[in-house]
């Protein structure tokens, strides 16, 4: 066993199985905030040790108190610290001394308070990493574990008695949300294994807390409700593992504000905005990001059904039967606007549907309800479809018959639970106890149209991990930026193709070329990053004496706007005209590490925002996806007839700039070509500028 499982295990027990607990602060009012984890651990039938601590009282709520930590007959496993804010460190720090293993810290008035607030977490951090406890918070509301009785919370949500128990994980930065999804859970009789209000992350994180429980045989997959993505290399970590073991997670991430674009030193910068970056991290890593809380909630069994390794095949496509045409309508239509493809069944289905005595018609959705709502009729449509190669899954929708006869429609559905092929379904009535039946028999199961389509975009969207990057996050820190000649050497070494180019000194005599005019003259500076907002570009020069006419243009406009830069260099190029131009970018985010992205180039790249991105590096294979992503990219894929570009040079050289996540000596923080000219087929792709950020 390595340290590092070793770790993972003991962090598991201190943190869900502690065997003693010690409650510091703790109120004598069971209502309080401070008095809540007591009364709960009791209510709940905690079988372990459980030391209340508060010096200004012998008993509370009628158990024995001690004055403080060390007044305790043993060390316990798990200090949960209930105090105000200003007595936080110390608690830690004794706690620390003592040999504690985890302490969960309630209070708030950290780095979200200001700057004094920031320094009193980095000391918290400081004490973690100098001693090796472990801290949850602050901001946390604790941890909650059904199946030993462990509530360690101060959620008033958690007096909800009989919590049911189950297979799924929660970790959410928001304490109040555990509390929400333990509610609406056991209304739909759905449990948890267990639920961590994470908080502020000062020491362990989303990705870490959720990494140590990957070997518990009772935990089939999480659930992660998001504020950031701070510690994304953890998060990166934890989802790899998971997918390996097949065990599918489900998140529901806030932010989608492109603030942080306003700051960006490149157009990929700029393209890329926050909430891109954490839907392509996201999804790369195989996780299913869902957009209505709802569908946080209902997704997983979906999940566990379609495996990642099942979605290997694209376009994904849904076959819908239904006994009620409206309520089918509102799911085709929520699908729709997600670009799921609702596939009508094919002539052969249909044959084999008449066939069996049901009158199919073609159409994109299979209505039963002419033919009256039937187990019969319901089961032998589910057979058919679910035997039908054109869909990749079936989603039956069942009208009014679900809520009081649901041995009609729903008795079938569950029936046929077990076939090869995933079957979800939708119930367009208030029906608790259909979905509490289709609950129990593993049946992916949905109360409204857009839960439905949400859950079912987001598992279709995930993608298993590839190749894990070599960059390391501190290369993310721009230093300077590369002259366009020393970024067309980075380029050569990673077999980007880029137009010829010759370089010569401004105040020098026109060189000769070794290509054909007409040509574009270019200061070369890598302290000039955008050239055109000094007037450094002159296009159409046709020959020897406008070239030089152009050198002494150049000067010119240096002189006037850029008085400050020293700059003899300038770059000569032939001019080149593709079938279209796109920009192709790489950079470091400091939380989802490398990413690569493609998108419709020339000025209005950052106003279409016609863009796709993925975690790098990418194979040949997902650089192919990508293209099919970047909607301009239509119209030179052979649209009506226009001419194909060559789009495979192309993808070649996505995945070729991408192999920079693998490649740290190089030290590229930023990398970004645009335009990339996008040739006829056979003639490949060129590069004719480049922008290069090392660190």
């Not at 930590?69 to 003592?98: K, M, N, Y």
Request: aromatic content about 4%; overall charge neutral.
């Amino acid at each position: 066993m390595t340290t590092a499982t070793i770790h993972g295990a003991v962090l598991a027990q201190a943190l869900l199985n502690p065997a003693s607990i010690a409650l510091v602060g703790i109120s004598d009012d069971a209502s309080k905030t401070a008095g809540r984890p007591l009364k709960f651990l009791r209510a709940a039938g905690f079988k372990g040790t459980i030391y209340p601590i508060n010096p200004n009282r012998a008993t509370v709520q009628g158990e024995k108190a001690y004055a403080d930590l060390a007044s305790l007959p043993q060390v316990p496993d798990h200090v949960f610290v209930l105090t105000p804010t200003e007595s936080v460190l110390g608690i830690v720090e004794e706690s620390a001394r003592l040999g504690v293993k985890v302490v969960t810290v309630l209070a708030s008035g950290f780095s979200e308070s200001g700057p004094e607030g920031a320094q009193r977490e980095e000391a918290l951090r400081e004490i973690s990493r100098r001693t090796g406890i472990r801290v949850l918070g602050p901001s946390s509301l604790g941890v909650v574990k059904p199946g030993n009785g462990l509530v360690l919370t101060a959620n008033a949500a958690f007096a909800e008695p009989d919590l049911p128990s189950g297979r799924v994980f929660v970790a959410s930065h928001s304490g109040s949300m555990i509390g929400s999804l333990v509610s609406r859970g056991k209304a739909r009789g759905i449990g948890f294994a267990g639920l961590v209000s994470v908080g502020g992350e000062a020491d362990l994180s989303v990705g870490e807390i959720c990494a140590a429980t990957l070997d518990d045989p009772s935990i089939e997959g999480y659930l992660l409700f998001l504020e950031s993505l701070h510690h994304g290399d953890k998060l990166r970590a934890f989802a790899v593992e998971a997918a390996k073991r097949g065990k599918p997670v489900i998140a529901y991430k806030l932010g989608r504000s492109d603030a942080a674009a306003e700051m960006a030193a490149t157009h990929t910068g700029a393209l890329a905005g926050e909430d891109d970056v954490a839907d392509a991290f996201l999804k790369d890593l195989g996780i299913a990001r869902v957009g209505i809380l709802e569908a946080l909630l209902e997704t997983f069994p979906l999940a566990k059904r379609l495996q990642l390794g099942d979605m290997a095949r694209a376009p994904r496509r849904v076959g819908v039967v239904t006994t009620t045409g409206g309520g089918a309508a509102m799911a085709v239509d929520q699908l729709g606007i997600r670009d799921v493809i609702v596939e009508p069944p094919s002539q052969e289905t249909l044959a084999r549907l008449n066939a069996a005595g049901i009158a199919a018609s073609p159409g994109r959705v299979l209505d039963l309800t002419l033919a009256g709502t039937k187990y019969e009729v319901m089961k032998k449509a589910l057979d058919v479809l679910l035997d039908a190669p054109e869909f990749d899954l079936v989603l039956a929708v069942v009208g009014s018959s679900a809520r009081f006869q649901p041995q009609l429609a729903v008795r079938p559905i569950i029936d046929s639970a077990h076939s090869a092929k995933p079957l979800a379904a939708m119930l367009v009535p208030d029906a608790p106890e259909a979905l509490a039946q289709l609950t129990q028999a593993g049946v992916p199961c949905f109360r409204t149209p857009e839960a439905c389509a949400d859950a079912i975009a987001s598992v279709f969207a995930r993608r298993v991990p590839g190749v894990q990057p070599l960059a390391g996050r501190d290369a993310g820190t721009p230093g300077h930026a590369l002259s366009e000649a020393q970024a067309y050497a980075v380029l050569d070494k990673l077999g980007v193709p880029h137009a010829p180019a010759v370089t010569s000194g401004l105040s020098q005599k026109a060189p000769a070329l070794p290509f054909d005019f007409p040509v574009v003259a270019k200061v070369c500076s890598a302290q000039i990053p955008h050239k055109t907002e000094v007037g450094g570009v002159v296009l159409g020069i046709q020959n020897a004496s406008e070239l030089q006419a152009a050198l002494s243009t150049l000067k010119t406009n240096l002189a006037e706007r850029a008085p400050g830069v020293a700059c003899d260099e300038v770059l000569i190029q032939p001019m080149r005209k593709g079938l279209t131009e796109v920009l192709i970018g790489y950079r470091i985010d400091p939380e989802a590490g490398p990413l690569v992205m493609l998108a419709a180039g020339g000025i209005w790249a950052e106003v279409a925002r016609d863009r796709s991105i993925r975690l790098a590096p990418v194979s040949l294979e997902t650089a192919r996806e990508m293209i099919s992503e970047v909607k301009a990219l239509k119209t030179v894929a052979g649209l009506r007839g226009k001419p194909r570009g060559d789009l495979d040079a192309l993808a070649r050289a996505v995945c070729a700039l991408s192999q920079l996540a693998v490649k740290p000596e190089l030290r590229i923080a930023e990398a970004e070509v645009n335009p990339l000219m996008v040739m006829a087929e056979g003639q490949g792709v060129l590069a004719v500028d480049a922008l290069i950020l090392q660190s």
